[in-house]
């Protein structure tokens, strides 16, 4: 009887174990579907965007409440200073967060040309791997840091991080959406997680640090990295798969730095994220000082500016699927929206004032940021190679000059000429720069120019074909064929004994290519 228990219990077991495999080969031939391969690919681009965002943030109500807190622990074991003193402190320990904020963007700002040259070097996947893994790390030093030094590793570390995860994210994105419909509307949805990343951040974790402590935010954040990285290396297999040698090398960053339609783009998004970053360290005591606003008031000022993002994202996706032509008025209106909201900030009398130019500056942002992100990759495509990592960390490098000025910038423009004059000033400074994208407006006409590709070879022929053809077009100088440097040109490009001419030969490589 017993054995006859056993034996059942073996044969249902067996039986689960079946269904278990089968369910597994299922699961693995759905995650080999094309299609399905890139819904999960934006959700852990999507993901890994909306920690970095929300890291960049959640310490906004939390590291300064805390190194006050270590401060005044310090200046109660000794003789407490006189007055001067004391000013002094305040002054330095301002300056000493401002640089805390400020380092992450500075050192990303730093790394992002070296980590663009790597990612078009090994692909997207190992470097978003890498990026994870960095903000796993510095998540956790966070989450136990006990001093200024060890925040300012962690924040620093984030930087590095973000240089990885964040270019080979959006380039992952742009390599597998190659139609421009469906890549504006990816584009859109990472930009939809950056944006509630960085606006609901500071309620996140400002209320899990009154209430479960300053651990508590990080450690939650660094599992999501951790779950987030694990997809990332079982669905994308970094390590496994090595088609990144059969792919075309990226142009250099230096070459896409001087493209002026792509300078022009990155001027755009420096310009139109300036009053965002400057406004974020400097409007709370600006609210204080006019508005008398309780810490609830300011703790939620960015918050209601998510939802006009959200629908600035979804109006540029649509436009830009039925009028693609308009990309750079989008962009044009929103950075004109940006200057006139930067212009009324410092009218207002109260919080629910406050709220409206608030929400015009995300609006405008999102017109900007949802119209010229595609812009670059499509600039890449028509005048370079496609190849996406240099040209986002180019993106990249225009966010972070904004972000690394605002900490340390904002509060010394606003010392010594007034909240006032920083608003007008950034309002100014978009409405002027939003002519420039005029220039891009004919840039959805172009198309793959042969002269372009001779560019391309310029540093030297990557390839076979490339070295055929250029050997072939120098011997064409010359007046001889590759054949046998005997046969010679005739006066419309065309062989002697052969009806193919010399334009044709290039229309036809041009379709190759």
């Known amino acids: 009887m ?64 805390y190194l006050a807190r270590l401060e005044s622990e310090s200046e109660q074991a000794h003789i407490k200073g006189n007055s001067s003193i004391n000013s002094t402190q305040n002054e330095n320990f301002d300056l000493q967060i401002g640089v805390l904020f400020a ?50 590793v962690a924040r ?14 959006i380039a992952m994105i742009a390599d597998k959406y190659t139609e421009e419909p469906e890549r504006s509307r990816a584009l859109g949805i990472a930009l939809a997680f950056i944006s509630f990343g960085s606006l609901a951040a500071p309620p996140f974790g400002g209320v899990l640090y009154e209430f479960a402590g300053k651990r508590v935010p990080f450690i939650v954040l660094a599992f999501i990295c951790l779950a ?29 730095m001087i493209d002026p339609y792509i300078a022009v783009v990155a001027g755009a998004l420096t310009t139109c994220n300036i009053p965002l970053a400057f406004l974020e360290p400097t409007i709370a005591n600006w609210m204080e000082g006019t508005m008398d606003s309780s810490q609830w008031e300011i703790g939620l000022t960015w918050l209601p500016a998510f939802f006009p993002h959200i629908l600035g994202v979804y109006i540029t996706v649509k436009l830009a699927a039925q009028y693609p032509h308009l990309q750079w008025f ?10 006139a909201s930067s212009c009324i900030v410092p009218a207002c009398k109260n919080f629910e004032q406050l709220i409206i130019p608030l929400c015009g500056i995300c609006f405008g942002i999102a017109l900007v940021d949802t119209a010229l992100l595609p812009t ?40 010594d000429l007034g909240f006032v004059q920083l608003n007008l000033g950034m309002g100014l400074a978009n409405v002027l720069y939003a002519p420039a994208l005029i220039f891009l407006r004919n840039v959805c006409f172009m198309k793959p120019s042969h002269s372009e590709r001779n560019m391309l070879l310029e540093e030297g022929a990557t390839g076979l074909y490339d070295t055929i053809k250029m050997e072939e077009r120098q011997r064409k100088k010359h007046g001889y064929s590759s054949a046998g440097n ?7 490009g065309t062989f002697a004994g052969k009806s193919k001419s010399f334009s044709e030969e290039e229309t036809s490589e041009l379709e190759y290519i």
């Open 376 to 415: 670059l990759a499509f600039l890449v495509d028509v005048r370079h190679v496609s190849v996406y990592g240099s040209v986002y960390a180019i993106a990249d490098i225009s966010y972070c000059v904004a972000y690394a000025l605002g900490p340390i910038v904002a509060g010394k423009i606003v010392h």
């Open 486 to 492: 005997c046969v010679p040109i005739g006066e419309n």
């Open 2 to 65: 017993a054995t006859e228990e056993s034996g059942g219990l073996a044969q249902t077991a067996a039986v689960k174990l079946s269904e278990m495999g089968e369910k597994t080969k299922q699961l693995g031939t759905a995650i080999q579907d094309p299609e399905r391969q890139r819904r999960i690919i934006l959700v852990i681009v999507c993901v890994a965007l909306l920690l970095d965002n929300m890291l960049y943030m959640v310490i906004v109500p939390i590291v300064p409440d």
């Open 103 to 152: 380092s992450k963007a500075i050192l990303q700002l730093i790394v992002n040309p070296l980590t663009g040259t790597f990612i078009d070097r090994v692909g997207y996947d190992i470097p978003l791997l890498i990026g994870l893994s960095i903000m796993f790390v510095s998540t956790c030093i966070f989450a136990f840091a006990e001093n200024y030094a060890t925040l300012f």
């Open 330 to 339: 989008y962009g044009a209106l929103g950075m004109v929206i940006i200057g």
């Open 156 to 169: 620093s570390l984030q930087g590095l991080g973000s240089a990885f995860a964040d270019t080979s994210g």
């Open 228 to 256: 987030d990285g694990i997809l990332c290396l079982t669905v994308l297999k970094p390590f496994s798969s090595r088609t990144r040698e059969n792919m075309p090398i990226g142009t250099p960053i230096y070459k896409l």
